[in-house]
C-alpha cells in the first residue's frame, strides 16, 4: 500500500480513539448532575429510598461486599494510603508531558484536568448510589413497629438497671488480662459479628443476610487519633474496625459498621442494630458489647437527667465492668488533641449535612430507642 493509505488509516484511528477518550470522560462528567437528581428524588419522593435500598442497593452491596471479603486485607486501607502517592504520580506525569510537549501543552493540560474532574464525578456518584441514597430511608424503628415516646426519669433508671445487671452477668463468663480487662478472641470474632447481624433477618425479614465479615483496620492507631472506632467504606462495600480499642467495645463496633454496609445509615439506627445484634447473638463477648455499650449511653442521660439516680445505678456495675470502663477511659484520654476535636466538627458537619440533624448526637439517640425496646419487647409495659 502506498504511505498516504497508511496514513489515512493511521488519522483514522486517532481520531476514534481521541472521539472515544472525550466521550468517556464526557459521560463520566455527567454522573454529576445524575448523582444530584438521585439524591433528590431520594430526599422527596416518599418511598424512592426505600425501593432503591431494598431493590437495587441490596444486591449490588451483597455481590460486592462479598467479592472484596475474599481479600483478607482492608481494600479501603489501602486505596486511602495509595491514592496520595497516586495522585502525585499523576500530577508529575502529566507536567512532565506539559513541559516535554510544546507543540501540544494546552491539549495535554486540558486531559490531565478532564481525568480529575470526571473522576470526582464518579466517585460522587458512587458514594451517592452506594451510601447518600440510603440516609433518606425510613427509619428502623418504624419498620418493626418501635413506639418511641417521652420516658421518665424512673424509666430510664430502669433500663440503666437492666443493662448493667446483664452487662455485668456477662461479663463474670469472660476472659481477662493480667490488668483485669476483658479479652476478645479476636479472630473468630469476625465470623461471629457476620452472623450476628446476618442473624437478625430470622427476626427483622427486612434485614438482609448474606454479607460477608468485618475488616481490621492495620493503622487503626490512626483511627484513635481521628476519634473513629470504625468506618464504612462505600467504594468497597466493606465494614472497616479499629482495633486498637479496648476490646469490649470492639464487637459492637463491628456490628455498628456491618449495619452500615446493609444500608441502615443513620448512626442512632446504626447503634440499635448492632446492640440488637449483640444481644441476641448468643456469644457472651456480643452480648457483654452490646449490653456495655448501650449502658454507656443510657447512663449518659440519666447522670445528664438526675445525678443523685445515677450514683444509684453505679451500685449495679460489677467491678469488673469497671474496670473495662477504667481502660475505656484512660485510653481515649490520650487522644483528647485538637485533631480529634477537628475530626469530630468534620463527622458532625458530614452527618449534619446528610439528613441527620443532631449530627454526632446521633450516636447518643439510640438511648431511646433501647427504652422502647426493653419496654415493649423485653417487660411487655406500657411506657
Not at 8 to 15: C, D, G, L, S, T
Not at 133 to 147: D, P, S, T, V
Not at 337 to 351: F, G, I, K, Q, R
Request: glycine fraction near 4%; charged fraction near 20%; proline fraction near 3%.
Amino acid at each position: 500500500m502506498p504511505d498516504n493509505v497508511y496514513k489515512n488509516i493511521f488519522q483514522k484511528i486517532r481520531k476514534m480513539t481521541s472521539v472515544c477518550f472525550y466521550s468517556i470522560w464526557f459521560w463520566m462528567i455527567m454522573l454529576l448532575p445524575m448523582s444530584f437528581i438521585l439524591i433528590l428524588c431520594a430526599g422527596h419522593i416518599p418511598g424512592f429510598a426505600d425501593f432503591y435500598c431494598n431493590y437495587i442497593y441490596r444486591y449490588i452491596s451483597i455481590f460486592w461486599n462479598n467479592i472484596s471479603g475474599l481479600i483478607p486485607l482492608s481494600l479501603a486501607e489501602v486505596l486511602i494510603v495509595a491514592l496520595p502517592f497516586m495522585a502525585v504520580i499523576y500530577f508529575v506525569l502529566v507536567i512532565v508531558r506539559t513541559v516535554r510537549r510544546k507543540d501540544s501543552r494546552k491539549k495535554i493540560l486540558f486531559r490531565g484536568v478532564l481525568r480529575v474532574v470526571s473522576i470526582c464525578c464518579a466517585v460522587f456518584f458512587l458514594f451517592i448510589t452506594n451510601c447518600g441514597i440510603n440516609y433518606h430511608c425510613i427509619n428502623f424503628a418504624e419498620k418493626i413497629g418501635l413506639e418511641v415516646k417521652k420516658t421518665s426519669t424512673d424509666q430510664l433508671y430502669e433500663v440503666c438497671v437492666y443493662l448493667a445487671e446483664n452487662a455485668s452477668e456477662c461479663r463474670s463468663r469472660l476472659k481477662e488480662d493480667s490488668n483485669g480487662h476483658m479479652i476478645l478472641d479476636r479472630q473468630p470474632a469476625y465470623k461471629t459479628a457476620a452472623s450476628a447481624v446476618n442473624g437478625l433477618h430470622k427476626k427483622y425479614s427486612f434485614v438482609p443476610e448474606g454479607y460477608s465479615v468485618p475488616k481490621p483496620v492495620i493503622l487503626s492507631i490512626g483511627m484513635s487519633y481521628l476519634n473513629i472506632t470504625g468506618i464504612y467504606f462505600p467504594f468497597t462495600f466493606e465494614a472497616n474496625v479499629n482495633v486498637d480499642v479496648p476490646d469490649f467495645t470492639i464487637p459492637f463496633s463491628m456490628c455498628h459498621e456491618l449495619a452500615h454496609v446493609r444500608g441502615f445509615m443513620s448512626e442512632h439506627d446504626a447503634n440499635f442494630i448492632s446492640y440488637l445484634s449483640c444481644i441476641y447473638s448468643g456469644n457472651d463477648e456480643f452480648m457483654y458489647s452490646g449490653y456495655v455499650s448501650a449502658m454507656l449511653y443510657a447512663s449518659n442521660a440519666l447522670y445528664n437527667t438526675d445525678k443523685e439516680k445515677f450514683s444509684d445505678f453505679l451500685e449495679y456495675i460489677s467491678d469488673d465492668v469497671l474496670d473495662d470502663l477504667d481502660e475505656y477511659s484512660e485510653y481515649w484520654s490520650k487522644f483528647e488533641t485538637p485533631v480529634a476535636e477537628a475530626a469530630a466538627s468534620l463527622n458532625d458537619n458530614y452527618l449534619k449535612s446528610n439528613s441527620q440533624s443532631s449530627g454526632i448526637k446521633s450516636y447518643g439517640e439510640m438511648t431511646d430507642l433501647v427504652i422502647a425496646h426493653y419496654f415493649q419487647e423485653i417487660t411487655n409495659k406500657i411506657l
